[in-house]
C-alpha cells in the first residue's frame, strides 16, 4: 500500500495489473466495506506496515482465480511441490533444498495435495454447464474499471473477474467452505454491495445493466465432489446492497472532504451474556 499512486480517470484499463490497482487511486468496494466498519481504517489501511513474511502464504482463492480467469499466469505465478516423506530425514531435506530453490523463482509454492485439490476445483467448475457456459463465451478477465460518480463526484473503481465480450454479463468467482454458507457469505462479507457496485460501474463505462453472476466453489467435498453453484441475488438482496453502497459512498465523500477520519466504535455487550 506504500507504492507511489499515480493519478488515473475515468475509464476502462484493460492492462492494469492487480498490483497497480490496488495502489491506485479511488474508491473500492474494499473500501467501502472499511468504512462501515470504521472510516479510520481507511488512512490506517494505507499507512499500517505490512508483514511480508504472512503475505508470502498460499491464498487458495486466489490461486483458484488465477487457474480459472488467467489459466496462462496459473504457472508463471504457482508453482505446485513434488511429495516429500517427511518422516524421514532425507525427505526433510529434499523439502527444503525444493524450496531454496523455488525462493528466486518468485513464485508461490503448493504443496501436492493443495496442487491436486485446486486442479480438482478448477475440473469441477468446468463440470457445471452454467458456469462452464460462463468460461467459453468469449470475455475478458481482471479488467479495471474506473469511473466518477455522479451524486458525490469521488472518483470509484472496480475490477470484475470476468465480463462477457458480447452480452452485459459479469462474473465473480468466490472460494467458500461449504457450498451451504455461501448465503450467509453473501450477507457477511457483503457481496451484495459488491453487485450494487460492480453494476454501477459497468453501466458508467458501457451503458448496460449487467446480470451479475457469483461462481461459489467449495473447498470441502460433499458425496467426493467440490460443489459449484452459480447464484443472482434476488431483486431485495439487490436493493439493500446498493443502499448500504450509497450509504457508505456519502460517509467516505464527508470523511475525505471534511479530511476528517477521526472515529471511534461503540462495543455493545454480546448478546450471549445478557
Known amino acids: 500500500m506504500n507504492a507511489e499512486v499515480k493519478p488515473i480517470g475515468p475509464g476502462l484499463y484493460p492492462d492494469?495489473?492487480?498490483?497497480?490497482?490496488h495502489v491506485a487511486p479511488g474508491v473500492s468496494k474494499s473500501v467501502l466495506d472499511m468504512v462501515a466498519e470504521d472510516p479510520s481504517m481507511v488512512p490506517w489501511y494505507r499507512s499500517a506496515p505490512v508483514d511480508e513474511e504472512k503475505t508470502k502464504a498460499l491464498d487458495m482463492g486466489?490461486?483458484?482465480h488465477t487457474i480459472l480467469l488467467e489459466p496462462d499466469e496459473y504457472e508463471a505465478r504457482f508453482i505446485v511441490a513434488p511429495e516429500f516423506n517427511r518422516r524421514t530425514n532425507a525427505g526433510k531435506e529434499e523439502e527444503a533444498a525444493f524450496l531454496k530453490k523455488c525462493e528466486d523463482t518468485g513464485k508461490t509454492v503448493m504443496s501436492a495435495e493443495d496442487g491436486r485439490k485446486l486442479q480438482l476445483m478448477r475440473d469441477s467448475v468446468m463440470a457445471h454447464p452454467t458456469a462452464r457456459w460462463f468460461f467459453e463465451q468469449d470475455g475478458f478477465s481482471e479488467q479495471s474499471i474506473f469511473w466518477s460518480d455522479e451524486e458525490t463526484g469521488e472518483l470509484c473503481r472496480c475490477r470484475p473477474d470476468r465480463r462477457l465480450a458480447n452480452l452485459p454479463f459479469v462474473g465473480d468467482v468466490k472460494k467458500v467452505d461449504g457450498i451451504e454458507r455461501f448465503q450467509r457469505h453473501a450477507e457477511e462479507f457483503r457481496y451484495h454491495v459488491q453487485d450494487a457496485m460492480y453494476s454501477d460501474g459497468f453501466h458508467n463505462e458501457f451503458g448496460a445493466w449487467p446480470t451479475f453472476l457469483f461462481i461459489a466453489v467449495s473447498s470441502t467435498v460433499n458425496c467426493g465432489r467440490y460443489p459449484v453453484r452459480v447464484f443472482e441475488l434476488?431483486?431485495?438482496f439487490k436493493a439493500a446492497g446498493?443502499?448500504?453502497?450509497?450509504?457508505d459512498l456519502q460517509t467516505y465523500h464527508r470523511c475525505s472532504a471534511n479530511n476528517d477520519w477521526i472515529h471511534k466504535v461503540t462495543l455493545e455487550r454480546p448478546y450471549w451474556a445478557r
Open 234 to 236: 434476488s431483486a431485495d
Open 62 to 64: 486466489q490461486a483458484l
Open 16 to 21: 492494469m495489473p492487480n498490483e497497480a490497482y
Open 242 to 247: 446498493h443502499e448500504l453502497y450509497r450509504r
